[in-house]
């Protein structure tokens, strides 16, 4: 997702550092334009807002926190995590910032890497609103559903509500293509009824045909769907919401992880049903 982010914001006339922990990743970026830094002190450094979409909350912790950008950032720069990670760690990182002279907002995406590709992410954005605002066309560079939510850690909750919703469905997709082929139909012929009326979703409309090509390449991790379900569960338990839906879900990623499956992307649930 991130080269089709920063693919975007060199469209829109940014200059853009970059920095990965694996250089070759960046490669074809800094081809087309994209300044690469060796560390991430050095992009700290270097740049005015500094936007990370790393894997887990702890890489988020470590480029964040430990000797990483709030250390290194220029006073008045303006962090932004759009990883999917804990709300917590949003508000804490928000009241370090802060500390330092520097703005911080949570804002996660939902879209995945066709919706990276093509600039149209869903932004879910948690901080000041000020700093929103100030921002806002570096957001419209990359997405077009561009929503603020609320104070620090909101646009992580309202990520965890957008999982909550998809873990649900990916289960209900996978059992309805399961069905119509046991039904004895053809599951296209299905889909062309189906996703066009009350059950339409994108998860119906744009992962079922990966399915049903045997189609499996990532556009989101398993491996990190199960990290966000995770991060969910605990959020609920802390709010005191039962969520029987997602415990489920995760139940049954975690079953295709354990059978390889972490490394395919989250369409890979209806491996379980073939």
Known sequence: MGQGMVRNLMKAGYRVNVYNRTKSKADALIEDG????PTIQDISKNSDVIITIVGYPKDVEQVYLEDGIVAHAKQG???????????????????????????????????????????????????????????????????????????????????LSNQIAIAGTMLGVCEAIAYAAKAGLDPDQVLKSIAAGAAGSFSLSNLAPRMLKGDFAPGFYVKHFIKDMRIALESAEELGLLTPGLALAKKRYEELAEQGGENFGTQALYKLYL
């Open 34 to 37: 994209a300044v690469w830094m």
């Open 77 to 159: 720069s303006t962090l932004i995590d759009m990883t999917t990670s804990s709300p917590k760690l949003a508000e804490r990182i928000y009241e370090e910032a802060k500390a330092n002279g520097l703005s911080s907002l949570d804002a996660p995406v939902s879209g995945g890497d066709v919706g990276a590709q093509n600039g149209k992410l869903s932004i879910m954005v948690g901080g000041d609103k000020n700093v929103f605002e100030t921002v806002r066309p570096i957001f419209e560079a990359m997405g077009q559903n561009i929503v603020y939510q609320g104070q620090a850690g909101s646009g992580q909750h309202t990520k």
